[in-house]
């Protein structure tokens, strides 16, 4: 994909979740619990998913996914539910700005660390210098909100 359209591609993502996560909260304050606001959001997830492979691959699609099971391919699974539930407990105890300042600081940082380790080479100076920029901006959000 060209590279400048990954940026509002992006961007529209980040909307997205912070859509999600408001909608999900607001699930969650009708239910007992927030797994069923997990459930529901993995159903609607899987639903449209398999829906769409099914539209464009036919059954081929769902044997060759079904193929494609090993035991470690539940980690993804597993890791992006428990990121859904941290945003709507975030969301929920310390707001939406926090919540998303901590992740993504979160992020940029196990991201640098994950592309260092890609390219056997350290960070840039100026990488170090964004991500040190970020997290002073996540501590001055975390402050801010007392």
């Not at 993502?13 to 007992?32: D, P, Y």
């Not at 609607?44 to 829906?51: D, E, I, S, V, Y």
């Not at 539209?55 to 699974?77: D, F």
């Not at 969301?91 to 940082?109: M, N, P, R, W």
Request: proline content about 3%; cysteine-free; glycine content about 10%.
């Amino acid at each position: 994909m060209n590279a400048y359209l990954v940026f509002p591609l992006l961007t529209a993502a980040g909307v997205a979740l912070v859509i999600q996560n408001l909608l999900m909260v607001r699930i969650t304050e009708s239910v007992s619990t927030v797994i069923i606001t997990l459930v529901i959001n993995s159903a609607m997830g899987l639903a449209l998913l398999l829906g769409t492979l099914l539209a464009r691959n036919g059954l081929a699609g769902v044997s060759e996914a079904i193929q494609a099971i090993r035991p470690w391919v539940v980690l993804p699974g597993l890791l992006g539910s428990f990121f859904v539930f941290a945003g709507i407990v975030g969301y929920q105890s310390v707001g939406a700005s926090v919540t998303i300042a901590v992740l993504v600081a979160s992020q940029l940082g196990t991201g640098l660390l994950a592309d260092a380790y890609k390219a056997q080479t350290p960070p840039s100076a100026l990488s170090l210098l964004g991500a040190a920029l970020l997290v002073a901006g996540a501590v001055l959000i975390l402050r801010g909100k007392g």
